[in-house]
């Protein structure tokens, strides 16, 4: 039995029960993170890239192991799961708002690997890559999961 919290059927339509809210959103957290792990598997193991985080401040910059690009990639993920769904509560227009929102924080995020210092470019292209494939995929997938804006006046036509 469908609460009233949970969306009768899917959004899309033509999808399949794999892409309704309640199970879309953790797929696409799951599937960030898988990605974000090939991303830097295909970096470490097929290119020999020695990944390393860069310095900020007194720091030195640190090996990347697959442990930090787990959490790191939850916590995104989480996090825009749970922008989407605030934005959800305060407008009729929370996909637009919220794809907006999440290619800016995926910018600003670019920062990170690209500034810092002590690491090569091979590192910052790897790291540059990680937030690029994670945050499309989830841009991509969470908007999936969102209805469109829907008019206050019914179009004619």
Same mark, same amino acid.
């Given at each position: ?21 309640? !199970? &879309?959103? #953790? *797929?696409? /957290? @799951?599937?960030? %993170?898988?990605?974000?792990? $090939? ?5 470490? =193991? ?5 990944v390393r985080q860069p310095a900020f401040g007194t720091g030195v910059p640190q090996d990347l !192991? &697959?442990? #930090? *690009?787990? /959490? @790191?990639?939850? %916590?995104?993920?989480?996090? $825009? ?5 605030? =934005? ?37 292209l790897v790291l540059a890559l990680l937030h690029l494939t994670v945050g499309t995929l989830l ?19």
């Amino acid at each position: 039995m469908a609460s009233s919290m949970e969306p009768a059927a899917s959004q899309g339509g033509s999808r399949g029960s794999l892409w309704q809210r309640h !199970t &879309a959103r #953790p *797929v696409a /957290v @799951a599937l960030g %993170v898988l990605a974000a792990l $090939a991303v830097w598997g295909v970096g470490e =193991l097929v290119f020999g890239v020695n990944v390393r985080q860069p310095a900020f401040g007194t720091g030195v910059p640190q090996d990347l !192991t &697959a442990g #930090p *690009v787990v /959490v @790191a990639s939850v %916590v995104a993920g989480l996090a $825009a799961w749970l922008a989407l769904a605030v =934005l959800e509560r305060l407008t009729r227009h929370a996909r637009a708002a919220w794809v907006t929102l999440a290619t800016l924080v995926l910018v600003v995020s670019l920062g990170a690997p690209l500034s810092g210092r002590g690491i090569d470019g091979e590192s910052r292209l790897v790291l540059a890559l990680l937030h690029l494939t994670v945050g499309t995929l989830l841009i991509i997938l969470l908007a999936r999961t969102s209805p469109p804006a829907r008019s206050a006046t019914p179009r004619n036509g």
